[in-house]
């Protein structure tokens, strides 16, 4: 059962207040580093656990208190896989009409999407809930997520168990597109710990103690491991993944200006004389477009490409394949 954390019976104090200015200035100066203008719309994302509703309540308070003039709208998407995942549901819209913001509440069934696109629970419900996320959103307006140092973190963690290259551990970017995410920087542990001092109201999943799913048993083992092992941990990783990032932005650009230069007048690849692997890759991936297609395909036809090897046609998903002749890398 989801359980509603709530340390309401105290009344007002001025510890309660400063609890829910910090949240507000934390908010403000994540907003002020990815420029969120004063008069942006934004669209909240409200799950009802700790995060969301710190980045619902210090949004609120921001416009109520004339620091922001934010347009704001929350919404939720019950994934209809908990027998009480409604109680949340009710939960985000009361809240939200509490605090005077307009919302949006719709049910969608993520496992029957999950085994329609052949996704796991946890893909298909991040799947659905972007798409929900992108549909109710104006072309003007910007998407706001409560993701946190540690969601980050767990990224990169899980991602090296994956195996990834350096664009893996770039861990969650602060801003893509239209989806911000301005308390990144900020500790999971202190949102929550700021929510229970201003006696604000939270839901908690049960979902999220479930071994069954790798990112649990990150976040409930591998995290505390790595914290006692190294204090600061957390941290750390999130100052790797922003050298990461920037290491990665570089091979990109050098990538591109490789692609131009290789570029055929009949929209081929020029393979003679290969780049290094580590450009190499980033060429394909740029010429193949998104979604990226596996590590192993792309190591398959950098493979292919270097031999020269004639009339070979590697799938690379989504309805693409590559061809190699002579040389020439097509993708089709």
Same mark, same amino acid.
Not at 11 to 21: D, E, I, R, V
Not at 78 to 90: E, I, K, Q, V
Not at 182 to 193: A, F, G
């Given at each position: 059962?989801?359980?509603?954390?709530?340390?309401?019976?105290?009344?007002?104090?001025?510890?309660?207040?400063? =609890?829910?200015?910090?949240?507000?200035?934390? !908010?403000?100066?994540?907003?002020?580093?990815?420029?969120?203008?004063?008069?942006?719309?934004?669209? %909240?994302?409200?799950?009802?656990?700790?995060?969301?509703?710190?980045?619902?309540?210090? =949004?609120?308070? !921001?416009?109520?208190?004339d620091?922001?003039?934010?347009?704001?709208?929350?919404?939720?998407?019950?994934?209809?896989?908990?027998?009480?995942?409604?109680?949340?549901?009710?939960?985000?819209?009361?809240?939200?009409?509490?605090l005077s913001l307009a919302y949006e509440v719709r049910l969608t069934d993520v496992r029957a999407l999950a085994r329609t696109e052949g996704r796991s629970i946890e893909e298909a419900?991040?799947?659905?809930?972007?798409?929900?996320?992108?549909?109710?959103?104006?072309?003007?307006? %910007?998407?706001?997520?409560?993701?946190? =140092?540690?969601?980050?973190?767990?990224?990169?963690?899980?991602?090296?168990?994956?195996?990834?290259?350096?664009?893996?551990?770039?861990?969650?970017?602060?801003?893509?597109?239209?989806?911000?995410?301005? %308390?990144?920087?900020?500790?999971?542990?202190? %949102?929550?710990?700021?929510?229970?001092?201003a006696g604000i109201a939270y839901r908690l999943d049960p979902s999220n103690d479930d071994p069954a799913y790798l990112r649990n048993r990150v976040r409930g083992q591998l995290v505390p491991l790595l914290e006692e092992l190294r204090a600061g941990a957390i941290d750390c990783i999130g100052r790797f993944s922003r050298l990461a990032a920037d290491d990665e932005m570089l091979m990109v650009e050098l990538a591109a200006a490789e692609l131009l230069r290789r570029g055929t007048s009949d929209g081929g690849v020029d393979w003679r004389d290969p780049p290094r692997s580590a450009i190499g890759r980033r060429v394909l991936r740029l010429a193949i477009g998104d979604p990226a297609p596996s590590a192993e395909r792309i190591e398959a036809l950098l493979e292919v490409a270097a031999s020269g090897s004639g009339g070979v046609r590697i799938e690379l998903g989504g309805g693409r394949a590559a061809s190699v002749k002579g040389h020439v890398i097509r993708i089709t």
């Open positions: 059962m989801g359980r509603l954390t709530q340390d309401g019976a105290n009344p007002p104090s001025t510890t309660n207040s400063t =609890a829910l200015w910090e949240l507000a200035a934390a !908010l403000d100066a994540g907003a002020s580093e990815l420029d969120i203008a004063d008069d942006a719309s934004l669209i %909240l994302a409200v799950s009802g656990g700790p995060d969301s509703v710190a980045l619902m309540h210090a =949004a609120a308070h !921001l416009v109520e208190t620091a922001r003039h934010w347009r704001l709208t929350v919404a939720h998407l019950d994934h209809g896989l908990r027998p009480d995942s409604a109680d949340d549901a009710t939960f985000v819209a009361d809240a939200a009409a509490g419900g991040r799947e659905a809930r972007y798409r929900f996320l992108e549909a109710l959103t104006p072309q003007d307006a %910007l998407i706001a997520t409560a993701h946190t =140092a540690d969601d980050a973190a767990e990224t990169v963690l899980l991602n090296l168990l994956r195996g990834t290259g350096l664009s893996g551990v770039r861990g969650i970017p602060a801003r893509r597109g239209r989806i911000v995410r301005p %308390l990144l920087t900020m500790r999971r542990h202190e %949102l929550r710990d700021l929510l229970d001092v």
